[in-house]
């Protein structure tokens, strides 16, 4: 069996999709979704002819190879790996039908049937206690056991000129900003008001966006201890571990990071420092399955568990189900659909993808679903085509 083809859509759902498909010669297609970025449909173009002729099976050369061919020497990270991310969910979809079986049981086996899974409720409706209460109660409506609010950039001070200059939300993201005492007691009484909705028994988890400095996300940390939250996510900026490490050696409430970092070695640090109670990684963005599970793997070594991050369709949410049901160290996966009314109708599953708030993992070959194509061309983006 040899790689013949490889051919990409982007729809635009709450974030853009960036869809796979790689083509064997005797007539099996495998599906892969990648974290989104401009460029990326060109990333995978490019990588065609590293990638034909190949035999599809060999996943972990074939993931070295297109590390190398977009990254010269062979260092790692940025969109050149969401790219290749996407392309290996595929090869998995492909080489778990060539053998018909489920991708988990190529990863070395089940420890759960059923994920459970966490509904990101993002900034809510409007910053008032009230509109958070509901937002939270609307989740628990639909089955979900877990649920997550973005706490960063809801204070209304924050789009006053002297802090965005014009510039808008996006770009207050990751700049290390102040926290105002209005800022630090509209948080507290939000989350307050979730934890009072939903009941002490609900999982409940905040995002900062790497919002913040050191000092002030610590000070955060103390004032949200009394909610018992399932963790405290992405306080500080990305890029130095040695800062994140100061705030989750001084927070009362669990340091969840990762989702933007590539690759087992752009999380080596993360987890061998001990900087985060819980590893974070974005399934079709790290590197892919395996990847994701080499991450796992050395985490689980420290007890670290791992949440895998998720804003993908059902396609890379499945493709990350599957690896979270084959490592030991699993806590939960993301989901970011609740506002995407034609989630779930992206694909043939059966039945509804997530029930209960958990992903049953379909005993099919491979990933195990069928997109609907109908569905997806009704919205592909228009600087997109369908599969090209
Ligand atoms: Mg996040």
């Given amino acids: 069996m040899k790689i013949s083809d ?5 729809l635009q759902a709450n974030f853009e999709w960036v869809i796979v498909r790689v083509y064997t010669d005797d007539g099996l297609v495998g599906l892969g979704e990648c974290y989104y970025g401009s460029g990326l449909e060109a990333i995978i173009r490019r990588l065609k002819p ?15 190879k297109m590390i190398r061919a977009t990254s010269g020497a062979g260092s790692m990270g940025g969109l050149a790996v969401n790219a290749i991310s996407g392309i290996e969910l595929a090869l998995w979809d492909i080489k778990g039908q060539a053998l018909s079986t489920p991708i988990y049981n190529l990863l070395g086996g089940r420890y759960r049937s059923a994920i459970r899974t966490y509904a990101d409720c993002g900034h809510g409706d409007e910053p008032t206690p009230a509109s958070w209460a509901e937002r939270a109660r609307g989740a628990l409506a639909r089955g979900f056991g877990a649920i997550k609010f973005d706490i960063d950039n809801i204070a209304p001070e924050r789009f006053a000129d002297r802090f965005h200059v ?3 939300r996006g770009w207050l993201q990751g700049q290390q900003q102040p926290i105002a005492k209005a800022e630090m007691d509209l948080i507290v009484s939000l989350v307050g008001a979730v934890r009072e909705a939903i009941g002490p028994a609900v999982d409940f988890a905040v995002d900062c966006h790497w919002n913040y400095n050191t000092r002030d996300v610590i000070t955060l940390a103390h004032e949200l201890a009394p909610f018992k939250l399932m963790w405290l996510e992405d306080p500080t900026p990305p890029d130095n571990i040695a800062a994140l490490k100061r705030v989750t050696d001084n927070s009362p409430v669990p340091i969840c990071c990762g989702e933007n970092h590539y690759t087992r070695h752009g999380l080596r640090e993360m987890i061998t420092t001990q900087a985060v109670d819980i590893i974070q990684p974005d399934v079709p963005r790290v590197g892919g399955l395996l990847e994701a599970k080499k991450v796992a793997d050395l985490a689980d070594i420290y007890y670290i568990p791992m949440a895998a991050h998720n804003i993908s369709s059902p396609i890379g949410t499945l493709a990350a189900a599957h690896v979270c ?3 030991r160290n699993f806590a939960i ?4 659909g609740q506002d995407v009314p034609w989630w779930n109708d992206l694909v043939e599953a059966g039945d509804l993808l997530i029930q209960d708030g958990y992903i049953a993992l379909p005993e099919r070959p491979g990933l195990g679903i069928t997109l609907n194509e109908d569905v997806a061309r009704a919205h592909v983006r228009s600087d997109s085509a369908f599969f090209e």
């Fill in 50 to 64: 590293v990638l034909i002729g190949e035999d599809p099976h060999n996943i972990d050369w074939l993931f070295q």
């Fill in 6 to 10: 490889i051919k990409t859509t982007s």
């Fill in 333 to 336: 996966l993301e989901f970011h």
């Fill in 325 to 327: 049901a084959a490592i």
């Fill in 166 to 168: 014009g510039l808008g």
